[in-house]
């Protein structure tokens, strides 16, 4: 009994020790399955609708001892859109919004973080959508760094992660999708990004 408690001892010191070392600059990719990008929109001030974009791939290089030197950058293929209704999927992927058969790719490189918090960063970037590029801010969350939590369990998960979250609001016309405003479209990506090896 002595032993096993000294055990339980030692490698309870020995976790905290592992958590307390410094994560390392690395560069990340993100996990498909577990990455949404959302967005909603005001239905004539009558109801919020939404969609999502299924099919995205971010790369983000993160030093966490020098945040405000990290860059993030995404490419969304827009063909796949998904609201659960296919007849207003394919109205937002036609010529007169989206118009995905010519533009199939929304993309996202950062220009600048600045952090806000210990968990938080403003990531400001170019977005360019229907050709048209714009500078967006993204407020992002940091919600995971580290060994992931399941990867006792499955061997795809061994190695460093990061998650957060980032919200921002768009005005759509200023990058020409649609021919009358619904006001703010707001936006959420939820991603988990696991180091490259």
């Known amino acids: 009994m002595t032993y096993f408690r000294n055990f339980l001892s030692s490698t309870a010191v ?3 020790c592992l958590l307390a070392m410094p994560a390392m600059a ?6 498909q399955g577990h990455s949404e990008v959302r967005f909603g929109w005001s239905h004539a001030g009558v109801s919020m609708q939404t969609a999502e974009f299924t099919s995205f791939e971010g790369t983000l290089d993160l030093d966490p001892e020098n945040v405000e030197a990290a860059s993030l950058s995404a490419t969304i293929q827009v063909g796949s859109l998904a609201s659960g209704y296919e007849p207003l999927d394919k109205d937002l992927l036609s010529e007169g919004f989206l118009n995905a058969t010519s533009f199939p790719e929304i993309t996202f490189v950062s220009t600048g973080i600045e952090r806000t918090g210990d968990s938080t ?8 959508i229907l050709g048209t590029t714009q500078s967006v801010v993204l407020e992002t969350t940091l919600t995971h760094i580290g060994d992931h939590p399941v990867a006792a369990f499955f061997d795809s998960y061994k190695g460093d992660w990061v998650a957060f979250t980032a919200t921002t609001t768009l005005d759509h016309q200023a990058f020409g999708v649609g021919s009358f405003s619904t006001g703010p479209i707001t936006v959420e990506i939820v991603t988990e990004m696991k180091a490259a090896e």
């Open 14 to 16: 020995a976790a905290t």
């Open 26 to 31: 690395a560069t990340y990719k993100t996990d």
């Open 121 to 128: 960063a403003n990531v400001t970037g170019d977005l360019t």
